[in-house]
């Protein structure tokens, strides 16, 4: 099975660059999306083909895909960032698979 | 504005099967490109994707869940249904229900509030 593989936690001082990967089998060759979601709150898409952003998110979010490694980067992070964050990408066979979502802490 | 709302059971026992529905507004199930998706969360952990149907009524299930699962359209055509056979203490979560339009195979771009479900005796 399809799976994907990204870090439980990363810190970031606010207005600093936060980095978050999400590593899969020639993850590169297909399409990632990013989800951030608050305490409490359902999932808000933030990222999707590997590099697009849907209105109303910000610019300082970003993203990359190459090889078997997506990025989500946040840039100038605010306290506002703080939530979990999940990679997401399709597979012929096993469909949507998640990443088991990385805590962003900002400190 | 795309809104979508799960409804059903907050406690099921172990065994039953479980029926939950995704009542939507703001876009046709009939537009190409268009999906409904059903995904849950565990207490305190990730998410994880379970099915989705299609416009054309294509239907995908998480090959681990296939045998349990099933997705249809509801009697209103603004509905989706999922049921989930046998259930077990382990399914206790919150399930979701979301849009996925025309940015991807499997980009769910409008989430539902989700409800929570226990399974116990």
């Known amino acids: 099975s399809y799976e994907l593989t990204q870090p439980p936690s990363v810190s970031v001082s606010p207005g600093q660059t936060a980095s978050i990967t999400c590593s899969g089998d020639?993850?590169?060759?297909?399409?990632a999306c990013w989800y951030q979601q608050k305490p409490g709150q359902s999932p808000v898409l933030v990222i999707y083909?590997?590099?697009r952003r849907p209105s109303g998110i910000p610019e300082r979010f970003s993203g990359s895909n190459s090889g078997n490694t997506a990025t989500l980067t946040i840039s100038g992070t605010q306290a506002m960032d703080e939530a979990d964050y999940y990679c997401?990408?399709?597979?012929?066979?096993?469909?949507?698979?998640f990443g088991g979502g990385t805590k962003l802490t900002v400190l | 504005q795309i809104t979508l709302k799960e409804s059903g059971p907050s406690l099921v026992k172990p065994t039953q099967t479980l029926t939950l529905t995704c009542t939507f507004s703001g876009f046709s199930l009939s537009t190409p490109a268009v999906g409904v998706g059903w995904i849950r969360q565990p207490p305190g952990k990730a998410l994880e994707w379970l099915a989705v149907i299609y416009w054309d009524e294509d239907k995908r299930y998480r090959p681990s869940l296939q045998s349990r699962l099933t997705i249809t359209r509801g009697t209103s055509k603004n509905q989706v249904v999922l049921t989930m056979t046998n259930m077990d203490p382990v399914d206790t979560a919150t399930y979701y229900c979301?849009?996925?339009?025309?940015?991807?195979?499997?980009?769910?771009?409008?989430w539902g509030q989700g409800t929570l479900v226990t399974v116990s005796s």
């Open positions: 997401q990408a399709w597979d012929s066979s096993d469909g949507g698979v």
């Open positions: 083909q590997d590099t």
């Open positions: 020639k993850l590169g060759y297909n399409h």
């Open positions: 979301a849009h996925k339009g025309d940015l991807g195979p499997g980009v769910f771009d409008n």
